[in-house]
């Protein structure tokens, strides 16, 4: 990574479905601490928009751990009632219409009736196979989400940190990807894009397992004009996983922070349980040092 990299802003942009995990901590780490290193402001944005899964309790949560492990943020809100006042993705929704609409107008997107089943039963990795795509279906069926045409084969170029552009083009399992989901409510590809197109972050830190939604918003800038999302710079960080090699869930209570902190553990406690699972032999005290020993393989 280039020592005089600068950025304006980066986010942290958890979602309140489940308490946070060890998971969740080593990449709000990570992003911290390349935020610091490269000069950049941090956003809290709280991803609330999927309705059914969002609980106030993990809302609430997310304030408790950054707190608790003294990761700073910059800009967002600082308690609950200023999240439901100001800051939840309700608050953008018009936003996502507006870009739901021009979509629509150019005729870029069409409605899709396959339940989740559906598209399992014809795929065994539940790539959609386009059964809709021809179909030409009201856009304002019931019950339809609407996804978008990925016929067209768009070279996507990722900036990413270490100065490299990864030509890339969209996996299978995102062809046709959801822009807006059978409860009417705009999907994660779309929201995540116009919410950091709002925000004006130009540097996104995410899981591995984040870089086929990584295209999937290369994408749809493109077929929305969102020019900067293309000058954005990517870092995507190694994931941390189980025993079997398994990504960690938030159904896992004892990797919880929240389990951590009823244990009356320390925040040097978690990032050194977090080291133990990277296989990193010192003892680590705070996020500072956790990416210092990260650095090697950024
Ligand atoms: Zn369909």
């Known amino acids: 990574m280039d020592e005089n990299l600068t950025f304006s802003k980066t986010r942290l942009a958890p979602t309140p479905s489940g308490y946070l995990h060890l998971g969740n901590v080593l990449s709000f780490a990570i992003t911290a601490a390349l935020a610091e290193k490269t000069g950049a402001k941090i956003v809290l944005r709280i991803d609330d928009v999927d309705r059914e899964r969002t609980n106030k309790l993990y809302v609430q949560d997310i304030f408790d751990t950054l707190n608790f492990l003294e990761i700073p943020w910059h800009e967002g809100p600082r308690d609950l009632a200023e999240f439901d006042r100001e800051y939840s993705q309700m608050c953008r929704m018009e936003l996502y219409t507006s870009a739901l609409q021009q979509l629509r107008e150019n005729e870029a997107i069409f409605a899709c009736t396959c339940s989740r089943a559906d598209v399992a039963r014809l795929s065994p990795e539940s790539s959609y196979m386009g059964t809709c795509s021809g179909k030409k279906l009201p856009t304002d069926t019931p019950n339809a989400s609407w996804r978008l045409h990925t016929e067209e084969p768009l070279l996507l170029p990722v900036k990413t940190i270490h100065g490299t552009v990864i030509d890339a083009t969209l996996p299978p399992s995102m062809r046709d990807f959801v822009v807006k989901k059978r409860d ?115």
């Open 184 to 298: 009417t409510f705009p999907a994660y590809q779309l929201t995540s894009l116009i919410d950091d197109i709002h925000f004006g972050i130009d540097l996104v830190v995410r899981g591995e397992d984040l870089w086929a939604s990584t295209l999937a918003q290369q994408y749809l800038s493109k077929r929305l004009g969102l020019e900067a999302f293309q000058h954005t710079t990517f870092f995507h960080h190694p994931l941390l996983v189980d025993d079997e090699g398994h990504k960690l869930s938030k159904s896992l209570g004892a990797t919880s922070v929240q389990y951590f902190r009823k244990q009356h553990k320390k925040p040097e406690d978690i990032y050194a349980i977090i080291s133990g699972i990277l296989g990193v032999q010192v003892t680590l005290h705070d996020w500072r040092e956790l990416v210092g020993l990260l650095q090697l393989s950024l």
